[in-house]
């Protein structure tokens, strides 16, 4: 993780020393998939491994490079296996296997940044509504999980988002990117029923569920234009 930050922040720095004249495409489709990393609460975080996040936007150029668009995204979680290891059915197999789905709407504003006639960074923050569900729960009657809230719950959240692209022919692009997403929700270990697991109950839950995600992404580049062409 550290690494691919040191290297978009390397990047990025190059991207804003240098002067290329160019606009992107006037119409881009964006797309990424990657691994989300969990790191707040620490509760949550001992509860639940990112298994992947992809998401899907459509964007217009307003002016210079920046862009807006509207997104789709979904997310996926399940429970740490060394975290709920002795929990086993009859036949040895894990007990749980509780999974956190997210899917979001959202509104993408961003600026792409050209650093050569085949490479531009593109700075953006995502923001919407994300629709959450616990799926395979175990049921649980303890008084530690009670009173038994809903396995759904809905929030607002953010994500800024910075990513590295490469033109590899007229209308495509493929990038390495990194963001940060926060819900505004606080985790509640009674949910998924995991409030009597110590393990997670003896963390602190002090702030919003957060996590990092990175991974690859492509854009399909829809009449793109440079400046120098139009001028």
């Known amino acids: 993780m550290k690494r691919v930050f040191i290297v978009l922040f390397f990047i990025s720095t190059v991207c804003f020393s240098q002067k290329i004249d160019k606009q992107n495409a006037l119409f881009t489709i964006r797309g990424?998939?990657?691994?989300?990393r969990t790191i707040s609460s620490k509760m949550f975080s001992k509860s639940f491994n990112g298994v992947y996040e992809g998401n899907?936007?459509?964007?217009?150029?307003?002016?210079?490079?920046?862009?807006?668009?509207?997104?789709?995204?979904?997310?996926?979680f399940l429970n740490r296996e060394e975290v709920f290891v002795f929990y086993r059915a009859?036949?040895?197999?894990?007990?749980?296997?509780?999974?956190?789905?997210?899917?979001?709407?959202?509104?993408?504003?961003?600026?792409?940044?050209?650093?050569?006639?085949?490479?531009?960074?593109?700075?953006?923050v995502n923001t919407g509504i994300m629709f959450n569900k616990y799926t395979n729960i175990n049921s649980d009657t303890?008084?530690?999980n009670s009173p038994f809230p809903t396995f759904k719950f809905i929030t607002p959240y953010f994500q800024p988002e910075t990513?590295?692209?490469?033109?590899?022919?007229?209308s495509l692009s493929f990038s390495i990117f990194v963001n940060y997403s926060t819900m505004l929700y606080k985790f509640d270990p009674k949910a998924p029923r995991f409030?009597?697991?110590?393990?997670?109950h003896s963390k602190p839950n002090?702030?919003?569920?957060?996590?990092?995600?990175?991974?690859?992404g492509f854009n399909v580049l829809i009449n793109s234009k440079s400046k120098s062409s139009t001028q």
């Open 195 to 200: 409030n009597q697991v110590e393990e997670v």
């Open 206 to 216: 002090n702030y919003f569920i957060s996590y990092f995600s990175f991974g690859f």
């Open 163 to 170: 990513s590295i692209n490469f033109i590899v022919e007229k």
């Open 142 to 144: 303890s008084t530690a």
């Open 90 to 124: 009859n036949n040895g197999a894990l007990a749980y296997n509780t999974r956190l789905l997210c899917h979001s709407g959202y509104l993408k504003l961003g600026y792409d940044k050209f650093f050569s006639e085949i490479g531009y960074a593109s700075f953006c």
């Open 56 to 76: 899907l936007s459509a964007n217009v150029r307003l002016f210079d490079n920046f862009f807006v668009g509207l997104g789709y995204q979904h997310s996926s």
């Open 32 to 36: 990424n998939v990657g691994i989300p």
